[in-house]
């Protein structure tokens, strides 16, 4: 079966703090796809990014990076010299796909609050 | 374009009652999917499409329907509302691609938070 965890439930941190989420996954597909979505208190659940399984490369986009290790099954998000405008639900997915075909299904890890204070 | 667009934004239900949750994309997606936010537990699949007229089950269905009669619109019916289904629900939509096993990023409203007395 396929599982996302994101085994931090809550994190706190001072403003320009690095910090990492981690994501875990679980999955038998040999093609998949991670995501990230930032959800801020505002409520709304915005796209942070999206990797495919072939492709480990990490990504940076500005403070903002990404580590992708199949070797672990992890996806990790970390986010350099932090501010309080990152404090938001931050969420790591998976896509959910039969065979070549895809469904539109997202498996969602629990998710992981972030504080950043001042 | 308005994207995703979810109505009502908030609404109070005594049990029993039936409502449906409006959604909307105007992007021409293919694929169109409910979810429901629960504290601690993520998001989980409602209902999902993979076109019109095509609807399938996700992780947790019961006490919901769905269609999809035109590619714009995904309607979910609460039958009868129980407390159980207290929760805020999102709708989302995504391209499918031409190429076989490519997975596009969902597009999610800006959810209805739903209360069920």
């Known amino acids: 079966a396929q599982k996302v965890t994101q085994a931090q439930t809550e994190i706190s941190v001072v403003e320009k703090e690095d910090v990492t989420l981690d994501c875990v996954y679980e999955?038998?597909?040999?093609?998949?796809?991670l995501f990230w979505y930032k959800q801020p208190p505002s409520g709304e659940l915005v796209f942070l990014i999206r990797r495919n399984s072939f492709d480990e490369q990490n990504e940076i986009s500005g403070r903002y990076s990404w580590n992708f290790q199949k070797s672990t099954s992890s996806f990790n998000f970390t986010i350099t010299a932090s501010q309080v405008v990152d404090s938001a639900v931050y969420f790591c997915a998976l896509s959910e796909a039969y065979g070549s075909s895809n469904t539109g299904k997202l498996i969602f890890g629990q998710g992981t609050t972030l504080q950043v204070k001042p | 374009n308005a994207g995703v667009t979810q109505t009502p934004k908030f609404q109070v239900l005594k049990t029993g009652q039936s409502m449906t949750l409006q959604c909307a994309q105007d992007m021409n997606h293919e694929y169109m999917s409910w979810y429901r936010q629960d504290p601690g537990m993520g998001l989980r699949l409602i209902h999902y499409s993979v076109g019109a007229g095509i609807t399938d089950q996700g992780e947790v269905p019961n006490g919901y329907n769905v269609s999809r009669s035109t590619t714009e619109d995904f309607p979910l019916r609460l039958l009868s509302a129980a407390p159980s289904q207290t929760s805020v629900y999102f709708c989302?939509?995504?391209?499918?691609?031409?190429?076989?096993?490519?997975?596009?990023?969902?597009?999610f409203g800006p959810g209805t938070r739903l209360t069920v007395l």
């Open positions: 999955t038998r597909d040999t093609t998949y796809y």
């Open positions: 989302a939509s995504s391209y499918a691609s031409e190429l076989a096993g490519v997975y596009n990023e969902q597009f």
